[in-house]
C-alpha cells in the first residue's frame, strides 16, 4: 500500500505499524521501510510519531544510504506542526551540505514554499538546479521536480523566464504549458462566471490531475537487474540453466548498459539499476514458491528491489561512479558515447 492512497480508505496507524515490523524483520531494507512507515504516521495526523522514525533511522546515519532525505523528511514533518525554528535550522544544513540527490532539495524547497518563504523557496531551487543540472544536457527524471518547482515558483513572484525555466519547458510533457499551470492569476478564474474561463481552467486542473498520477504511477525506477561478478559465479553455478541467460559477465553489463539506453530512446523515464545477491534472490524465490532457476523470476526479483529502494539511478549523474561498481566515472566506463 503506498501513503498516498487516501485516509479514507487506509488505516495508516495499523500499516505504519506492519511496516515498521517489516523493517525489524529485514534491516537491510529498514531505511525504505521506516520512511514509508513515517509517511503513515504523517498521514494518520500523528506528526511526532513520524519524527521519532526519522530519528530513529538518523541516530545510525553512518548506515543510511540517503542521510540528507531523511534530514528533509524530518524538517517539512516539524514545520507543520509548530517547530519552525529547528525546521529551518536542519534546511540550512540541507542547503550547505550540497546533496547530489535531487529528492531533499525537493523537499525542503517545497516546504519553504508552502510556509510562503517564496524567496528563500527560490533561492533552494536554484542552488539544486545549479548543483545538479549544470553541463548536463537531458536532466534525470529525478530532477524533473526543480525545475518545475522553480518554474513554479518565479511565477509567482513575477520573475521573467530564464534559461532553467525554458529547460523546464522542453522536459515538460502536458498538453498544458508550465505558464498555464503556475499562472498565479488561476485562482480568481474559479470565481469566474465566464463559462469559457472556468471551462479553460478545467483543462489546466485536469492536466495537473494527470501529472500528479503519472508521478504516482512510478513510485519507483524501472530497475534493471545487476549482478556483480562473484555473485553471477555463484549464481550460475549453482543454477546451470541460467548460464543461457549469462553467457559471461562482460555481456551481462553490456546487456544492462544496452536495455537501459533501449528504454530511455523509447521515452520511459525513472530508470534505475539494482544489484541482486544470490541468498536474496533465493530468499525470493522461496517467497514466491518457484525455483530460482526459473528465468521469469528474474525481472519480478529486480522489481522488488526496486519497491524496497534498492534501486541506484540511471544514468548516474556526472563525475558519479558507474553502475557496475568498476570504481570508475560512468562517463569513462559503461557511459562512454552516452
Not at 545538479?132 to 523566464?161: E, F, I, K, N, S
Not at 533465493?282 to 523470476?297: C, K, R, V
Amino acid at each position: 500500500m503506498r501513503p498516498d492512497t487516501p485516509a479514507e480508505t487506509v488505516d495508516h496507524t495499523a500499516e505504519a505499524a506492519r511496516l515498521e515490523r517489516i523493517a525489524g524483520l529485514y534491516p537491510e531494507d529498514a531505511e525504505a521501510l521506516l520512511l514509508r512507515a513515517a509517511a503513515h504516521r504523517e498521514l494518520s495526523g500523528d506528526r511526532p510519531a513520524a519524527t521519532a522514525l526519522y530519528d530513529r533511522l538518523l541516530a545510525s546515519a553512518e548506515h543510511l544510504e540517503n542521510p540528507s532525505l531523511v534530514r528533509a523528511l524530518k524538517a517539512a514533518n516539524l514545520w507543520e506542526y509548530g517547530h519552525e525554528a529547528e525546521a529551518l535550522a536542519i534546511i540550512e544544513g540541507i542547503r550547505t551540505a550540497a546533496p547530489r540527490d535531487a529528492a531533499p532539495w525537493v523537499i525542503v524547497a517545497e516546504a519553504l514554499e508552502a510556509h510562503d518563504e517564496l524567496e528563500a523557496a527560490h533561492e533552494t531551487f536554484t542552488e539544486a538546479v545549479r548543483l545538479l543540472l549544470t553541463d548536463v544536457t537531458q536532466p534525470p527524471y529525478p530532477t524533473h521536480p526543480l525545475l518545475y518547482g522553480r518554474h513554479r515558483v518565479r511565477r509567482m513572484l513575477g520573475l521573467a523566464h530564464d534559461e532553467w525555466d525554458a529547460l523546464a519547458d522542453s522536459v515538460h510533457s502536458l498538453p498544458v504549458s508550465l505558464d498555464e499551470l503556475h499562472d498565479p492569476g488561476r485562482v480568481w478564474s474559479l470565481g469566474s462566471e465566464n463559462p469559457a474561463e472556468l471551462e479553460a481552467e478545467i483543462s489546466r486542473l485536469r492536466a495537473e490531475l494527470g501529472a500528479y498520477r503519472e508521478a504516482l504511477s512510478r513510485p519507483f525506477p524501472v530497475a534493471v537487474l545487476h549482478w556483480p561478478a562473484e555473485e553471477l559465479t555463484e549464481l550460475v553455478a549453482a543454477y546451470p540453466e541460467l548460464a543461457a541467460e549469462y553467457p559471461s559477465h562482460e555481456e551481462h553489463l553490456a546487456a544492462i548498459e544496452g536495455a537501459l539506453r533501449e528504454l530511455a530512446a523509447s521515452g520511459t523515464p525513472n530508470l534505475g539499476v539494482v544489484t541482486g545477491t544470490v541468498p536474496s534472490y533465493e530468499a525470493f524465490a522461496a517467497s514466491e514458491g518457484a525455483s530460482p532457476q526459473d528465468t521469469t523470476l528474474l525481472p519480478q526479483y529486480a522489481t522488488t528491489l526496486a519497491a524496497r529502494g534498492r534501486a541506484v539511478v540511471w544514468p548516474p549523474e556526472k563525475g558519479a561512479g558507474c553502475w557496475c561498481g568498476s570504481g570508475r566515472v560512468y562517463g569513462e566506463c559503461h557511459g562512454l558515447g552516452n
